[in-house]
């Protein structure tokens, strides 16, 4: 069995296949049919390479305003670290809207509403203290 932060094979699945296939779904109109799912695009911040993936997300307050995104076995991805320090530009596919963000991690202390926000949507169990969150926040809609 695999330990909490080890890659599976459907997890590999899911990020070759599943994931690609989602990403392009948003990226179009029919986007606003998956809700509570948004893509990401970026750019790395050692590499310099554009890499696009799929996320949940949760809206932290009003409709317009930041998304929350909370990296469920931070110990197997790597691209949160991108957001790690100052807010990095990030752009958000998101019920079929194409959204200028910025993203950074937030500091322990920071974490609450954003929590509650993401638990509100996708249950109690969705996110731990521990858990890396993510705010994203519209540059322009």
Do not use: C
Not at 44 to 55: F, I, N, P, Q, W
Not at 85 to 108: D, K, S
């Amino acid at each position: 069995m695999a330990g909490p932060y080890e890659t599976t094979p459907s997890f590999a699945v899911t990020n070759r296949f599943a994931n690609p296939v989602t990403g392009a779904i948003l990226r179009t109109r029919a986007g606003w049919a998956f809700g509570r799912l948004v893509a990401l695009e970026y750019v790395g911040r050692r590499s310099g390479a554009t890499h696009r993936l799929v996320a949940q997300a949760a809206l932290e307050a009003d409709p317009d305003g930041p998304l929350v995104v909370v990296v469920g076995k931070p110990g197997a991805k790597t691209w949160w670290r991108n957001f790690r320090g100052e807010a990095q530009p990030v752009t958000v596919w998101f019920r079929g809207r194409r959204i200028a963000a910025t993203a950074t991690v937030l500091a322990p202390d920071e974490r609450g509403p954003a929590i509650d926000a993401y638990q509100q949507v996708f249950g109690a169990k969705a996110a731990t203290s521990d858990e890396p969150v993510i705010r994203i926040v519209p540059t322009q809609r």
